[in-house]
């Protein structure tokens, strides 16, 4: 049975009776699972969010653990296993940091013990796992919230704002690339020192994942190898599509065809530095997506979102260009005898549109630019989630809408990997075979 959003709310509307949770100080209890460089980052955006306090943390190595209390604070319980984590009674919710390959088991079984949960992006590992947690998280009356933290800012918030009131006219295109030029942007990261055997739970690394040699390249830089990551498209084309889809009002690319190869980063690492896909919309609009980890421009993240009677240039920041485009057939008519030019400029519909001295002063350009203000988008995503444990209400980016995310990116590798054009059954949310 096909699942649509509104289908899904109404499904979920139970939440808002469900009673939030309730400690001794009123604050909600979180678990980190997975405590690396981005989980660092989302828990010290989470130290912003009032009524929220991290409180345990479990991660396969255990430096991470050491620097998670050091900078969290004492207060911080480790704990041996993530199941152990979400086995405690006293915490509320948990933070799922992990590599994308533990995202459903993880996810699932937090949701099942009565967890909320904020999953950091991709929510999935393949297509077919998101609706397992789309049913779970309604099933429980879960809340869970998914870690692309761009529909939480101001900036994407305007630009939705102006593509709704026809500002842009037609949308019928969209380009977005994230581009980067680092070794560590490349996911190329330092190793610790200290890692080891001894350090390093390879065995709870691996997980679902196929059993491998121990290896601390894998366990440190596992963006990079298939077995645990999508690569280019779960890690930074997620980000895009979220905001695509947020933007336009869109569920999924009917349509992908895309491209990848590895050029420059050949070396450990089995997943493209170079990804190009083409999108199409039943929504009535295409997209092109480009990522190249072997040069910066357009890094961050940046969007052309392309009108008929104007655009947007989206990144670190949001402008608004008006078209400029004028008809101008001059050069055409000049072909003509000079009895048939004369009587074309006398015609009132193309002095109108044609003759330069009577042009609209919108068509000459106009630009507009927005400044976003106040918290950055990562608290601002963190706090919409604690908010909706306490209202039970769906939040910014939940279960289906990580979903239809992470299945766009998961339809751009299919296609980079099978040298094929493939397909979303709508029906059954998932690619078809």
Not at 140 to 165: C, L
Not at 270 to 278: C, E, G, Q, S
Not at 323 to 342: F, G
Not at 390 to 413: F, I, Q, W
Request: contains cysteine.
């Amino acid at each position: 049975m096909p699942l649509s959003r509104r289908h899904f709310l109404q499904t979920t509307s139970a939440l808002a009776a469900a009673p939030g949770p309730a400690t001794a100080n009123d604050r909600i209890q979180v678990g980190v699972i997975g405590a690396g460089a981005r989980s660092h980052e989302l828990m010290q955006a989470l130290l912003a969010v009032p009524g929220a306090q991290i409180v345990g943390v479990a991660d396969a190595y255990k430096g991470r653990i050491e620097r998670t209390i050091e900078r969290v604070g004492a207060g911080v319980k480790p704990y041996p296993s993530f199941k152990d984590i979400i086995s405690a009674k006293s915490i509320d919710a948990v933070i799922v940091a992990t590599p994308d390959h533990w995202h459903k088991s993880i996810v699932i079984q937090a949701i099942e013990a009565g967890k909320d949960v904020y999953c950091e992006k991709p929510l999935t590992y393949t297509a077919a796992e998101g609706m397992e947690i789309v049913h779970a998280a309604a099933k429980a009356n879960r809340i869970v919230q998914v870690g692309s933290q761009g529909v939480s800012s101001q900036t994407q918030a305007k630009a939705r704002e102006w593509i709704r009131s026809g500002k842009l006219g037609k949308v019928t295109m969209i380009r977005a690339a994230y581009n980067r030029n680092t070794a560590s942007g490349a996911w190329i990261y330092p190793i610790p020192p200290d890692a080891s055997p001894k350090t390093v739970d390879w065995e709870t690394f691996l997980g679902p994942a196929p059993k491998r040699p121990f290896s601390l390249d894998r366990f440190f830089r596992w963006r990079c190898y298939e077995d645990y990551s999508g690569g280019i498209a779960t890690d930074l084309f997620v980000h895009l599509c979220t905001t695509i889809h947020y933007l336009m009002d869109a569920k999924a690319p009917s349509r992908v065809m895309a491209m990848g190869e590895l050029y420059r980063w050949t070396t450990s690492r089995d997943v493209p530095d170079t990804l190009n896909a083409i999108l199409e919309y039943p929504e009535g609009f295409a997209v092109n997506l480009s990522s190249t980890f072997n040069n910066q421009l357009s890094a961050g993240g940046g969007f052309q979102i392309l009108g008929t009677e104007g655009s947007i240039v989206l990144g670190d920041g949001l402008s608004f260009h008006a078209e400029t485009a004028a008809e101008d057939n001059r050069w055409i008519v000049e072909s003509w005898p000079s009895r048939l030019e004369a009587a074309y400029y006398k015609n009132p519909k193309v002095r109108e549109s044609e003759m330069p001295q009577t042009w609209k002063p919108a068509l000459r350009g106009q630009l507009e630019v927005y400044h976003e203000t106040g918290t950055g988008s990562t608290v601002a995503h963190l706090s919409n989630w604690v908010d909706c444990i306490r209202s039970r209400k769906p939040p910014y980016e939940d279960a289906l809408t990580g979903h239809r995310a992470a299945a766009c990116a998961h339809m751009v590798n299919r296609s980079a990997k099978q040298h094929r054009m493939v397909e979303w059954d709508f029906r059954q949310e998932d690619i078809k075979a």
